[in-house]
């Protein structure tokens, strides 16, 4: 699982006649609006109900200028096999879904979601690591979402938006950033560092989701909450980046280890996966989509609980 990724400075970089522009992972809104109108650049607006963060009819009510629009929740970024929700969709399909979005290889994507929440700020990151996970590296996601692009006073659109003509998008499966079970199960056994991206009461086995058998984490994990360094400001929802490193600290973690960071169903474990690998600088670092749901589809795996201590699924089940 070992993959090394080469963070670009923020800012625009000029790079031969395609002028890619390179951004940092997380950008902000100023750059943003800089940057519109550069025939390069797509701004991907994937608000859902997430967080309450709307739909098409909202994006077309307000939205940033030249956006396009393609729902997190309904329009195939994740799907359910074998009755594990989340999982990434076969390449194929991704790429017939963002080439139908209008982008090619030589656009850089800006990922907006809502900004209305914490959740909603992993429907950017798994949309993030989907283009990442596809050998797409031009990516990057704004900052406070479209509730912070407007709270700030920037221009807002509104109307039927008209729908982008299609691309070829061509993609092949980084398969170092999608962690399986089976790489998971060796990850625990070689001790690496397995990052628990959930809410601590489902850390501790408090709290359980409907999609995982039982509730408890993958023993040796550490909890670093999805939500921990994203603060509100005027109604928008911010990823603090100091915050977050200093709370990767905190936790004893190795930048330079293999990490793996899970939760329920993969998304956020992608906003995990975009902390600790983006901002975090952890660039060894990758996410189990399948996260408990599938850890806990096996009786014989075990699990930890706070009270107590590691036990199977098995025994839980019962």
Known sequence: ???????????????????????????????????????????????????????????EAARIPGSRYSSYTDDGWREERDGVAGLMPAVDDLKTLIGGLGIDNGDTVVVVSAGTGPTDFGSAARVYWTFKALGHDEVTVLNGGFAGWEAQGHEIASGAAEPPMAADFEGDLREALLATTEDVEAAREAGEQLVDARPPAFFAGETQSPAARVPGTIPGSVNLPHDGALVERDGAYYLEPETLKANIEALGLDPEAPTVAFCNTGHWAASGWFQLSEVGGMDNATMYDGSMAAWTRDDARPIQLAERGTVTVGDLAE
């Open 1 to 59: 699982m070992k993959y090394h990724l080469l963070l670009a400075a923020g800012g625009l970089a000029f790079a031969g006649p395609a002028l890619a522009m390179h951004p940092s992972p997380l950008v902000e809104a100023d750059w943003l609006e800089e940057q519109l109108g550069n025939d390069d650049l797509v701004v991907l607006d994937v608000r859902s109900s997430i967080d309450d963060g709307g739909d098409r009819d909202a994006f």
